[in-house]
């Protein structure tokens, strides 16, 4: 049955193909807020509702009881052309409540003041405890096959396509928080099977902080803002953070790899995600094996730099989510292959002496390489953050036959949390039926009531055996595809709270990504420990970081401890003797650039046909062209106009993944420090660059940002002291020539050689 595409899921395709192959209506840079460009005045003629924008759909049309319902999905939207109430009375006036007199008090009886006030009270449901801020979208997940020798799941089967909806997400900042602060990703993926919804919620980092669940709310409090004066919001450079993860040295692993590049993605499409657990896999006869989940872009792991994740943070706070929305707008759809890792399911759960059962360590890919099994792709962004993004509900505990869980006890105590805070956060027992959460397969499970209960069931026999309702339901075997749990057996032990012994060693994977890194990426861990630590108020928490750090590598216990003036303690245990994994650099690939952010700026005095020239074969190439000048609007208007996306004033180099210059534009008239504060009035004067676009030039060299230069764009790099041969930089006569070059950098994401070490 899965092998077959559903029409739910054939129609969402044939739409994000149309989307690919359109040239996108109007403006062909994305971020445009609406289908249809708005008139000046307001409108008055009547009309229905506009459809949504050519990239955006909702939750495919299935009835709260996994029916398909052949609806259109505008047709679970708002309807009719004219405001009513909400039981569809239609109104005259809703600017005016209804008052005796027109300055009298107000009725009580006013009915359509006390529905839009009580529904407006209403509009906030609580925000979840983690992963509170989150972006998402909507996709297409093809199996390859190659995992059908070790699961029976149909979705895996050779050539199924099932349809999924991806939240990404950061773990301790609020809804208000920003994009880019340095934290783990949550990355939960739903898959709508055939055999019921699949579940796989994960992060961007493959082990977690803590190796048991009863030690999670000790973490989540230890890492959000300090309760007496909710002080800092979404980030963990402060002392109790610090003391949590310094006093429970099972935290050290997730934590250097928090500290590292993959704490500040570069984007959601450039990101892995992991399932963190070992999971049980089960194939048709029967048999077991035990697997790890990976997910790896297409486009690379990249990451921001420290100095970028800080400017954005403060100037574009939804850089991740808009990155991801105009992505797909752009038909830059993101791809990531779903991979396992495979290891025998022998009785002690271990392999190559590494405790599977153990969410605080890794097994290298060198040991066990990742196997691909299929591909998903993310055509659709939301119609709606609310209904979709805010609401969808993942649980750990929503598998399908063929996929099972182990002993892991961080895993099984996230079985119980997860369906727990579902029914706190969405008001009841029924979330399963909100339209984004709704399984594609029939539902027949004899729960009834409760909040919110939106299907109307028949019958008078909700239990069973039954035989007023005929014996329905009945139960399922094993071939008629039932979920029977792998019968695992269960070793005879005494009560405990206690761990294996092989959980106590807290500092060899800490220690093998230390050494895995280029010398490049160790500069960033120090500097991030150095800037986090030095954020803590107490000596003694940061003398106790040292003393973790001096059990992973004196190197890097030296360096911080210098940063932050204190004495180098000395190990405390024997380093382990670990073979580094180049599998966890980030850097030495090249990747797709599809997506990426050019900025070409020029005041229209210079080369304008080459503008125009080079922002063509930029969007020809899969990249988004921005044009930057000192003044909006368009630029040779009465010609071939080229219209202006950002000016000086609104540009930051954080926006951009290179920095194209046709030309050295001089001061704008806006160019004095009361219209805007990046302009040093003083050095304005004599500048012979306006000095916003010096200042671009200069974070993006920094930031190791490629740049491009032709027809007087060298004297552009010459004003802003960057030399026109530097790594990175490529200057030429010619528009054409000279993206070509910089498309060729983009591929490594940054020029890296310009980013030297400490000896």
Same mark, same amino acid.
């Given at each position: 049955?899965?092998?077959?595409?559903?029409?739910?899921?054939?129609?969402?395709?044939?739409?994000?193909?149309?989307?690919?192959?359109?040239?996108?209506?109007?403006?062909?840079?994305?971020?445009?807020?609406?289908?249809?460009?708005?008139?000046?005045?307001?409108?008055?003629?009547?009309?229905?509702?506009?459809?949504?924008?050519?990239?955006?759909?909702?939750?495919?049309?299935?009835?709260?009881?996994?029916?398909?319902?052949?609806?259109?999905?505008?047709?679970?939207?708002?309807?009719?052309?004219?405001?009513?109430?909400?039981?569809?009375?239609?109104?005259?006036?809703?600017?005016?409540?209804?008052?005796?007199?027109?300055?009298?008090?107000?009725?009580?009886?006013?009915?359509?003041?006390?529905?839009?006030?009580?529904?407006?009270?209403?509009?906030?449901?609580?925000?979840?405890?983690?992963?509170?801020?989150?972006?998402?979208?909507?996709?297409?997940?093809?199996?390859?096959?190659?995992?059908?020798?070790?699961?029976?799941?149909?979705?895996?089967?050779?050539?199924?396509?099932?349809?999924?909806?991806?939240?990404? +997400?950061?773990?301790?900042?609020?809804?208000?928080?920003?994009?880019?602060?340095?934290?783990?990703?949550?990355?939960?993926?739903?898959?709508?099977?055939?055999?019921?919804?699949?579940?796989?919620?994960?992060?961007?980092?493959?082990?977690?902080?803590?190796?048991?669940?009863?030690?999670?709310?000790?973490?989540?409090?230890?890492?959000?803002?300090?309760?007496?004066?909710?002080?800092?919001?979404?980030?963990?450079?402060?002392?109790?953070?610090?003391?949590?993860?310094?006093?429970?040295?099972?935290?050290?692993?997730?934590?250097?790899?928090?500290?590292?590049?993959?704490?500040?993605?570069?984007?959601?499409?450039?990101?892995?995600?992991?399932?963190?657990?070992?999971?049980?896999?089960?194939?048709?006869?029967?048999?077991?094996?035990?697997?790890?989940?990976?997910?790896?872009?297409?486009?690379?792991?990249? +990451?921001?730099?420290?100095?970028?994740?800080?400017?954005?943070?403060?100037?574009?706070?939804?850089?991740?989510?808009?990155?991801?929305?105009?992505?797909?707008?752009?038909?830059?759809?993101?791809?990531?292959?779903?991979?396992?890792?495979?290891?025998?399911?022998?009785?002690?759960?271990?392999?190559?002496?590494?405790?599977?059962?153990?969410?605080?360590?890794?097994?290298?890919?060198?040991?066990?390489?990742?196997?691909?099994?299929?591909?998903?792709?993310?055509?659709?962004?939301?119609?709606?953050?609310?209904?979709?993004?805010?609401?969808?509900?993942?649980?750990?505990?929503?598998?399908?036959?063929?996929?099972?869980?182990?002993?892991?006890?961080?895993?099984?105590?996230?079985?119980?949390?997860?369906?727990?805070?579902?029914?706190?956060?969405?008001?009841?027992?029924?979330?399963?039926?909100?339209?984004?959460?709704?399984?594609?397969?029939?539902?027949?499970?004899?729960?009834?009531?409760?909040?919110?209960?939106?299907?109307?069931?028949?019958?008078?026999?909700?239990?069973?055996?039954?035989?007023?309702?005929?014996?329905?339901?009945?139960?399922?075997?094993?071939?008629?595809?039932?979920?029977?749990?792998?019968?695992?057996?269960?070793?005879?032990?005494?009560?405990?709270?206690?761990?294996?012994?092989?959980?106590?060693?807290?500092?060899?994977?800490?220690?093998?990504?230390?050494?895995?890194?280029?010398?490049?990426?160790?500069?960033?861990?120090?500097?991030?420990?150095?800037?986090?630590?030095?954020?803590?108020?107490?000596?003694?928490?940061?003398?106790?970081?040292?003393?973790?750090?001096?059990?992973?590598?004196?190197?890097?216990?030296?360096?911080?401890?210098?940063?932050?003036?204190?004495?180098?303690?000395?190990?405390?245990?024997?380093?382990?003797?670990?073979?580094?994994?180049?599998?966890?650099?980030?850097?030495?690939?090249?990747?797709?650039?599809?997506?990426?952010?050019?900025?070409?700026?020029?005041?229209?005095?210079?080369? !304008?046909?080459?503008?125009?020239?080079?922002?063509?074969?930029?969007?020809?190439?899969?990249?988004?062209?921005?044009?930057?000048?000192?003044?909006?609007?368009?630029?040779?208007?009465?010609?071939?106009?080229?219209?202006?996306?950002?000016?000086?004033?609104?540009?930051? +180099?954080?926006?951009?993944?290179?920095?194209?210059?046709?030309?050295?534009?001089?001061?704008?008239?806006?160019?004095?420090?009361?219209?805007?504060?990046?302009?040093?009035?003083?050095?304005?004067?004599?500048?012979?660059?306006?000095?916003?676009?010096?200042?671009?030039?200069?974070?993006?060299?920094?930031?190791?940002?490629?740049?491009?230069?032709?027809?007087?764009?060298?004297?552009?790099?010459?004003?802003?002291?960057?030399?026109?041969?530097?790594?990175?930089?490529?200057?030429?006569?010619?528009?054409?020539?000279?993206?070509?070059?910089?498309?060729?950098? !983009?591929?490594?994401?940054?020029?890296?050689?310009?980013?030297?070490?400490?000896?």
């Amino acid at each position: 049955m899965s092998e077959k595409k559903s029409p739910v899921s054939a129609a969402a395709e044939k739409a994000a193909e149309k989307v690919r192959k359109t040239v996108r209506p109007g403006n062909e840079i994305p971020g445009a807020p609406g289908p249809e460009a708005p008139s000046v005045e307001e409108p008055t003629e009547a009309r229905g509702p506009l459809p949504p924008k050519y990239d955006q759909r909702g939750p495919d049309p299935y009835s709260p009881t996994g029916q398909p319902t052949g609806a259109e999905q505008s047709q679970v939207a708002q309807e009719g052309a004219y405001l009513t109430t909400a039981q569809g009375a239609r109104l005259y006036d809703t600017d005016h409540s209804l008052k005796a007199g027109p300055r009298g008090p107000v009725l009580l009886q006013d009915h359509h003041l006390r529905e839009k006030i009580t529904h407006f009270d209403h509009e906030r449901i609580p925000e979840r405890v983690v992963h509170a801020r989150g972006a998402a979208a909507h996709g297409v997940f093809r199996a390859y096959g190659a995992a059908a020798g070790i699961t029976k799941a149909a979705f895996l089967a050779e050539g199924a396509e099932t349809p999924v909806f991806v939240r990404f +997400s950061t773990v301790l900042g609020s809804r208000g928080s920003a994009d880019t602060v340095r934290d783990t990703r949550g990355f939960a993926t739903k898959f709508y099977t055939d055999e019921g919804v699949f579940d796989l919620v994960g992060n961007n980092i493959p082990v977690f902080f803590i190796q048991d669940a009863i030690k999670f709310p000790d973490v989540i409090h230890a890492g959000k803002p300090h309760p007496d004066r909710e002080i800092p919001q979404a980030q963990s450079a402060h002392d109790t953070f610090w003391d949590f993860v310094t006093l429970h040295t099972e935290a050290t692993h997730h934590t250097l790899w928090n500290m590292s590049d993959r704490g500040i993605p570069r984007s959601f499409r450039m990101m892995e995600g992991f399932g963190v657990h070992t999971f049980r896999l089960v194939n048709a006869e029967g048999a077991t094996t035990l697997v790890k989940f990976h997910w790896k872009p297409k486009l690379g792991v990249h +990451s921001l730099v420290w100095e970028e994740a800080q400017i954005t943070a403060g100037v574009d706070p939804d850089f991740h989510r808009r990155d991801l929305a105009d992505a797909i707008e752009s038909g830059a759809f993101p791809q990531w292959e779903l991979g396992v890792q495979t290891f025998p399911d022998t009785e002690d759960q271990t392999f190559e002496g590494i405790d599977l059962l153990d969410p605080t360590k890794i097994v290298p890919e060198e040991l066990a390489p990742v196997r691909p099994i299929g591909l998903m792709t993310l055509n659709a962004n939301p119609s709606n953050f609310f209904a979709e993004t805010e609401q969808v509900a993942f649980h750990i505990g929503h598998l399908v036959p063929g996929i099972d869980v182990t002993d892991d006890p961080l895993l099984q105590g996230r079985l119980f949390s997860y369906l727990d805070t579902q029914i706190s956060r969405l008001g009841g027992p029924n979330f399963a039926q909100l339209p984004i959460n709704r399984t594609h397969t029939p539902v027949n499970d004899m729960l009834r009531d409760g909040m919110h209960q939106t299907a109307v069931h028949r019958g008078v026999a909700p239990y069973r055996p039954n035989s007023l309702d005929g014996g329905c339901p009945f139960l399922a075997g094993a071939d008629t595809g039932a979920y029977i749990e792998v019968p695992a057996e269960v070793p005879a032990a005494r009560k405990v709270r206690d761990a294996a012994a092989s959980f106590d060693d807290h500092f060899s994977q800490a220690r093998l990504f230390w050494l895995s890194m280029t010398p490049t990426e160790g500069e960033h861990i120090v500097a991030a420990y150095t800037f986090e630590l030095g954020k803590c108020w107490q000596t003694a928490v940061k003398e106790r970081a040292l003393q973790v750090l001096a059990n992973v590598d004196p190197d890097l216990c030296t360096q911080v401890a210098t940063g932050l003036g204190l004495p180098v303690p000395e190990a405390t245990v024997t380093l382990a003797a670990v073979e580094p994994s180049p599998a966890l650099s980030q850097l030495g690939e090249a990747w797709p650039v599809d997506g990426r952010v050019i900025g070409i700026v020029t005041d229209g005095a210079d080369d !304008l046909d080459g503008v125009r020239e080079v922002r063509r074969a930029v969007l020809d190439a899969g990249m988004v062209p921005l044009v930057i000048a000192p003044a909006g609007g368009t630029l040779d208007p009465g010609g071939d106009p080229v219209t202006v996306q950002r000016t000086f004033a609104t540009a930051r +180099s954080t926006e951009f993944d290179a920095i194209l210059l046709a030309g050295a534009p001089t001061l704008a008239a806006d160019a004095y420090g009361a219209r805007d504060a990046k302009v040093d009035d003083g050095a304005a004067q004599s500048a012979a660059v306006d000095p916003r676009l010096l200042l671009m030039l200069t974070e993006a060299y920094r930031h190791g940002k490629a740049l491009g230069a032709w027809a007087g764009g060298a004297d552009a790099l010459e004003a802003a002291g960057l030399p026109a041969d530097a790594v990175g930089v490529v200057t030429g006569e010619a528009a054409d020539t000279v993206l070509q070059s910089v498309t060729g950098l !983009l591929g490594q994401h940054r020029a890296w050689d310009r980013f030297i070490p400490a000896l």
